[in-house]
């Protein structure tokens, strides 16, 4: 590796880190900071096959893990005669502001600064993550790659609430979605498997983690998505609600369950998965228990599958028809028990599943017998679409 993309994804609590050669995607430096902004903070390092672990910070807040990941990638890039030619950061929200990845200039910041009240939780921690590098690696270009930059191609009709007018020209009250760099990759990948030109597809992308969205994939473009203003519209998740009655808000407050904060807390927090089995968030662990009897961990899945499928469904509606589904992220690439319940559903679209070729776990497939319709699984990488973008950026 000569020259590589450092990608920094900063979360509120984390900082996922990797070194990537973009046109091959090799990757030999990577790692996690963990409890970021703790006493308890820690830093993984996984560089050249072997694994080690920093568990005692002088500083765990986001610049201190910042400050060491960029420290140690100095080294071994020296060590290595290496060139970091970009910085890429993932950054969760871009509003209506940025329908692409950008260079991150000094008008390009004040621009993903104003985005933060639509994303309170995760914007500022990309922006620190953003400004710890610019400061630690002066002259290294820096890239943002957005969330849902990808959805920027939705027509009005897709994106809009029937909501006062106001709300969308004075607060940007609208459905932006998210997941855009999966859904992109995926939405690519799955064409060339499947030996199609992406401009002639329809596809429905299913990325499917703790975390879950669904995008109508036209020609390439994204036309329609569950996601919304927040992460937390759209399908059962891990611990979110997915689609509620607004209503449930007053209804709730009239009788005392908490404020309107409380309430939008447990909906991200406390609900999905979670909130419906009373076991976990974790789709392996619902499953373990409903297979055990737990007939609320088995609603919780019931409720589940049939959300997604009605979703899968309804996405075809400004597809006009349905050439693949994919299935990524780490329910959706492991998960076999889950692909096919979901087809299971979706028959009447074409739909057949494989079973035998249904076993597959983490690597790319096709789930279905070939045909005008199939489904497939194809994993995901995120980073990889980041690294990309970077380098072709600054070139």
Not at 304 to 313: C, D, E, P, V
Not at 339 to 352: K, N, S, T
Not at 371 to 389: H, M, N, S, Y
Request: charged letters at 20%; one cysteine or more.
């Amino acid at each position: 590796m000569t020259s590589a993309v450092l990608v920094l994804n900063c979360g509120s609590s984390s900082v996922k880190f990797a070194l990537i050669e973009p046109d091959s995607g090799s990757r030999e430096f990577t790692g996690l900071a963990e409890r970021v902004g703790t006493p308890q903070a820690s830093i993984r390092f996984d560089v050249d096959g072997e694994r080690t672990t920093v568990s005692e910070l002088p500083d765990g807040s986001h610049r201190g893990c910042l400050a060491l990941i960029l420290e140690r990638v100095e080294q071994w890039c020296a060590a290595r005669g290496a060139t970091i030619i970009a910085v890429g950061h993932r950054v969760v929200h871009g509003g209506e502001r940025f329908a692409s990845s950008v260079v991150l200039t000094d008008e390009a910041m004040a621009a993903v600064r104003e985005c933060v009240p639509l994303a309170p939780l995760h914007n500022p921690a990309n922006i620190t993550g953003i400004e710890a590098a610019r400061e630690m690696l002066p002259g290294v270009p820096q890239v943002g790659v957005f969330d849902t930059a990808f959805h920027q191609t939705m027509p009005p009709h897709a994106y809009r609430y029937a909501v006062p007018a106001q709300w969308y020209a004075e607060h940007g009250v609208r459905r932006y979605g998210f997941h855009g760099t999966s859904h992109l990759f995926v939405s690519q990948q799955v064409a060339a498997l499947d030996g199609r030109a992406l401009d002639d597809l329809r596809i429905v992308t299913a990325h499917l983690g703790n975390g879950a969205s669904l995008a109508a994939v036209a020609g390439g473009r994204s036309v329609d998505t569950t996601m919304g203003l927040t992460p937390l519209e759209g399908l059962v998740m891990g611990t979110r609600s997915g689609d509620i009655d607004p209503g449930m808000f007053s209804f709730l407050i009239g009788a005392g369950a908490g404020d309107a904060g409380e309430i939008t807390s447990a909906l991200n927090t406390k609900s999905g998965l979670l909130g419906l089995s009373g076991v976990s968030n974790d789709m392996r662990t619902v499953l373990a228990a409903a297979e055990g009897g737990d007939e609320n961990a088995q609603l919780a899945l019931d409720v589940f599958y049939y959300r997604l499928a009605k979703y899968i469904a309804a996405l075809v509606v400004p597809l006009g028809g349905l050439d693949i589904l994919v299935f990524t992220g780490g329910i959706g690439e492991n998960d076999s028990a889950c692909r096919a319940a979901v087809i299971e559903r979706l028959g009447f679209l074409g739909l057949q599943l494989d079973p035998e070729a249904n076993r597959v776990r983490g690597q790319a497939a096709r789930i279905t017998p070939a045909g005008p319709v199939t489904a497939w699984v194809v994993p995901t990488d995120e980073e990889l679409i980041i690294a990309r973008d970077a380098a072709r950026l600054t070139a």
